[in-house]
T-cell receptor
Framework: DAGVTQSPTHLIKTRGQQVTLRCSPKSGHDTVSWYQQALGQGPQFIFQYYEEEERQRGNFPDRFSGHQFPNYSSELNVNALLLGDSALYLC?????????????FGEGSRLTVL | GDSVTQMEGPVTLSEEAFLTINCTYTATGYPSLFWYVQYPGEGLQLLLKATKADDKGSNKGFEATYRKETTSFHLEKGSVQVSDSAVYFCALIYNQGGKLIFGQGTELSVKP
C-alpha cells in the first residue's frame, strides 16, 4: 500500500517564478492538507482540500493556491516566489471520517528560491 | 491564539539514558494532542496521541500523558537508543478534520 507520495522531491526556482507541487494521498484517504516547514521550524498549515474544495486555510497569502482532483490527488501552486518561500512543503492525507486527527505525511518537496 | 511550545534542542543523550522532551500548549478548547517524529530523510510520522485529559499515549517505548491542569504533554522514554535520533514535534488538533498546530520541534541525538 503506497503511502503519501509527493513530487518533485527537490526543485530550485528564482524570485518571481511560479511553482507547482503535486501530492497523491494514501489509498483510501480523501482529504489532503498542505504544510510549509521552514528550516528548523515546525510545519505551518497552508490549506486543506476535501471534495475538490478548499475547506480551511491558514495564514498564507493568495499567492498560495491549490487544487484537488476527482481522484483526491492535489496540487499546491505558489506564484511570484519570494526568497522566504524556500522551505519543505509537506502534503498530508487522512480519511474525512474516523481519522482521530492522525495525518499521514509525504516526504515533502524541498523548494529553494534564489 | 492556539499554540504549542517545546523545549529547545538539540538534546544529546547517551544510549540507555532517560528522555524527557517538554511540551506545553495554549488552547481555547479541548484539543487532541500528538507527538510526531521525523527521522532523517523521512516524512513525519505519528508516534503517539491522546484525545482527552489524563489519557496516556504510548508507542515504541515512548509515553506522554495529557495533563489539562498544566496544559502539558511531555514525551518520555526510559531508555533511548541510537535509532531514536530524530526530530520530535508536539502538535494539537481540535477536530478530526481540522488543522494540526505544531511546536517548533526538538532534535534528539543519541550517542552510542
Amino acid at each position: 500500500d503506497a503511502g503519501v507520495t509527493q513530487s518533485p522531491t527537490h526543485l530550485i526556482k528564482t524570485r518571481g517564478q511560479q511553482v507547482t507541487l503535486r501530492c497523491s494521498p494514501k489509498s483510501g484517504h480523501d482529504t489532503v492538507s498542505w504544510y510549509q516547514q521552514a528550516l528548523g521550524q515546525g510545519p505551518q498549515f497552508i490549506f486543506q482540500y476535501y471534495e475538490e474544495e478548499e475547506r480551511q486555510r491558514g495564514n498564507f497569502p493568495d499567492r498560495f493556491s491549490g487544487h484537488q482532483f476527482p481522484n483526491y490527488s492535489s496540487e499546491l501552486n505558489v506564484n511570484a516566489l519570494l526568497l522566504g518561500d524556500s522551505a519543505l512543503y509537506l502534503c498530508a492525507s487522512s480519511p474525512r471520517q474516523g481519522a482521530g486527527g492522525e495525518l499521514f505525511f509525504g516526504e515533502g518537496s524541498r523548494l529553494t528560491v534564489l | 491564539g492556539d499554540s504549542v511550545t517545546q523545549m529547545e534542542g538539540p538534546v544529546t543523550l547517551s544510549e540507555e539514558a532517560f528522555l524527557t522532551i517538554n511540551c506545553t500548549y495554549t488552547a481555547t478548547g479541548y484539543p487532541s494532542l500528538f507527538w510526531y517524529v521525523q527521522y532523517p530523510g523521512e516524512g513525519l510520522q505519528l508516534l503517539l496521541k491522546a484525545t482527552k485529559a489524563d489519557d496516556k499515549g504510548s508507542n515504541k517505548g515512548f509515553e506522554a500523558t495529557y495533563r489539562k491542569e498544566t496544559t502539558s504533554f511531555h514525551l518520555e522514554k526510559g531508555s533511548v537508543q541510537v535509532s531514536d535520533s530524530a526530530v520530535y514535534f508536539c502538535a494539537l488538533i481540535y477536530n478530526q478534520g481540522g488543522k494540526l498546530i505544531f511546536g517548533q520541534g526538538t532534535e534528539l541525538s543519541v550517542k552510542p
